[in-house]
């Protein structure tokens, strides 16, 4: 009878087989519980266990709601490969073999397509665990819902295309004012930008440049470009506010002089430019909206998030605030962000960490601790699974995200299992002994 082949390894033109003798999604499973309560209480992720042995896969209630799965729905790759884009397929499935035959850690990011067909995407998380024979015994992970982070880089692209093509179409509004006349005089581009075509048919005084600041900028714009006038050391003037336009409308702009001053330092002159930055400032405020909502589900998760600097000493650029709950004092109330790595966590070196950090750093490949011990101030041991990923850009290693779960629960109840096991591996020595010597004594007496 030849061998039935593994679901994972059937192709994504196939029919992916389905497993027999299949079991409820409940039913207890190797999974630990405190596993299970992560996932489940964590945003936009959930976590999975697939027995490559027996060919069967358990999911937490988390994966359910992230594919938009009904209830019922059996956990098996025919069940997963069914919710995915059609394009992303086969690249997944070749992620998946490669991380077993070349024994890596996945980091995939595919699209998904929910029931009512809105796409998703999701990074898978996972590390495959073999025996002492190197064969593959099981594979967990977690899925992690990265849309969010997917259209924020979208609009950035988009975004940042829209201001090259912007830059390219027009140029900046250039202004040449007059000090001793009061006379200023602005090029053509001004009557393109903000519609005023009296700019160039002749030239205007200071007044009719102040008046149309908006009311609300007028004062402090006033007060401090006439500050720099007035001051015999300064030659350079620069602010933002807004500006009037022709049709009421208020554009965003970014102004700058250069000042010139006759012998006695008396200001003659200033020419400058003036930028249209309305597009900007309406991204910014849509990217700082975005990045509130994206912070919001950063901190919402159970699951420690951290990214690092891709070099020594691997400063923290930012966190979540799960990841700074796992750290006693003083991080629980200053924070982590600017510390490096041995600053927190001083033993790095002796317990193999920063090697690990530099390895990723060095081949963009992802790197998995598990039951990394922690001991914090005062005195408590805890263990974690720290997942590290590098963040890349344009090949080049540019952060490292760190993901770490507390598992000590999990790891103080293993200690104790093994304690309880070691404790009846010797009571049974010594009532075998006993019995031994009971034995003997029975023989001698009958002899």
């Known amino acids: 009878m030849r061998k039935k ?7 994504a ?9 299949t079991r409820h999604r409940n039913e207890p499973h190797e999974v630990t519980s405190d596993w299970l309560r992560i996932a489940e209480g964590a945003a936009k992720a959930g976590f999975y266990d697939w027995d490559i042995r027996t060919d069967h896969i358990t999911w937490s209630e988390g994966i359910y709601h992230l594919f ?10 025919a069940t997963w490969l069914a919710t995915m884009h059609p394009d992303d397929i086969e690249p997944a499935l070749t992620e998946i073999h490669e ?15 929910l029931p009512n067909g809105s796409e998703r995407w999701i990074n898978t998380l996972g590390s495959t665990f073999y025996d002492e024979a190197g ?3 099981r594979h967990s992970g977690i899925c992690i819902d990265i849309t969010a982070r997917k259209e924020m880089e979208e609009d950035l692209r988009e975004s940042e295309e829209r201001l090259r093509l912007a830059h390219k179409a027009t140029s ?64 350079h003037w620069n602010d933002e506010y807004r500006f009037l336009k022709a049709d009421g409308s208020y554009a965003d702009v970014m102004d700058r002089g250069y000042l010139l001053r006759d012998a006695q330092g008396k200001a003659v002159r200033m020419i400058g430019a003036m930028l249209d930055i309305t597009s900007r400032k309406r991204m ?14 950063f901190d919402s998760s159970n699951v420690g998030l951290v990214l690092f600097e891709a070099r020594r000493p691997y400063t923290v650029i930012t966190h979540n605030r799960f990841y700074q709950e796992l750290f006693a004092e003083p991080y629980r109330t200053v924070g982590m962000i ?3 790595l041995y600053e927190f966590a001083p033993n790095v070196e002796a317990q193999g960490v920063a090697a690990v950090f530099d390895e990723v750093a060095r081949t963009g490949k992802a790197m998995e601790l598990r039951d990394f011990p922690y001991d914090s101030n005062p005195p408590e041991r805890s263990w974690f699974n720290w997942h590290l990923s590098p963040i890349i850009h344009e090949g080049r290693v540019v952060a490292l995200a760190s993901l770490s779960i507390d598992v000590t629960n999990q790891h103080l109840a293993e200690e104790q299992l093994r304690r309880i096991h070691d404790d009846l591996e010797l009571r049974i020595r010594e009532r075998t002994a006993a019995l031994l010597r009971a034995n003997e004594d029975l023989i001698e007496e009958m002899e």
């Open 5 to 11: 082949e593994p679901s994972w390894k059937t192709s």
């Open 13 to 21: 033109s196939g029919n992916p087989a389905t497993r027999p003798d």
């Open 68 to 77: 938009g799965l009904p209830p019922d729905a059996e956990p098996s790759f």
């Open 99 to 113: 991380s077993i035959a070349k024994r890596i850690s996945i980091s995939n990011e595919y699209r998904i397509i």
């Open 135 to 137: 064969k593959p015994l």
């Open 172 to 235: 900046d509004v250039v202004w040449d004012w007059d000090i001793v006349h009061d006379t200023q005089r602005w090029n053509e581009a001004g009557a393109v930008v903000f519609g005023w075509t009296e700019i160039f048919e002749g030239p205007v005084n200071a007044h009719w440049w102040v008046e149309r600041i908006h009311p609300r900028d007028r004062e402090r714009v006033n007060e401090k470009f006439f500050a720099v006038v007035n001051d015999p050391q300064a030659d």
């Open 284 to 297: 910014e405020e849509e990217l700082a909206r975005r990045r509130a909502e994206i912070q919001s589900l």
């Open 338 to 340: 600017g510390r490096n």
